[in-house]
């Protein structure tokens, strides 16, 4: 967490260290939900200890990749989200208001989809598609 003190209160920008090889595009960056939650929990005063009775504002997070694959041998990529807008911070916590709702419930519905089943893409839906598990 960088912090800086700025005009509306303390700055703080979340900075996640990444170890992985695919760091995110610039579109991919703006969407990411753990940068966003990481704004949020920011908004909603997650990093004050130590900072003051000022307050503190989002200055945005950013990934930082360090993987050598990532990084193409220049020692980090990072990646930035742009500070999230009431609107958006609106939109995110409603989102992790839904979320918070299907999770708590006592069962849930599998969907079998394509990413299940397709040998590219990362994972596998076993836990999905295992009778014990699910009735899809």
């Keep these: 967490v960088e912090s800086r003190l700025g005009a509306t209160g303390t700055e703080v920008t979340v900075v996640d260290l990444k170890t992985g090889a695919k760091p995110p595009s610039g579109p991919e960056t703006q969407r990411h939900a753990q940068l966003q939650a990481y704004q949020l929990a920011t908004a909603l005063g997650a990093f004050t200890d130590g900072i003051g009775p000022e307050g503190t ?56 989809e394509h990413h299940c089943s397709d040998a590219f893409s990362p994972g596998d839906c076993r836990i999905h598609i295992v009778p014990a598990v699910s009735r899809s």
Aim: hydrophobic residues 45%.
């Design 57 to 112: 504002v989002s200055g945005g997070a950013r990934l930082l990749f360090v993987h050598p694959e990532a990084t193409k041998g220049g020692g980090f990529v990072e990646r930035a989200q742009a500070p999230l807008d009431d609107e958006a911070r609106s939109e995110f916590a409603q989102r992790v208001a839904e979320i918070a709702e299907v999770m708590a419930a006592s069962s849930f519905t599998a969907r079998v």
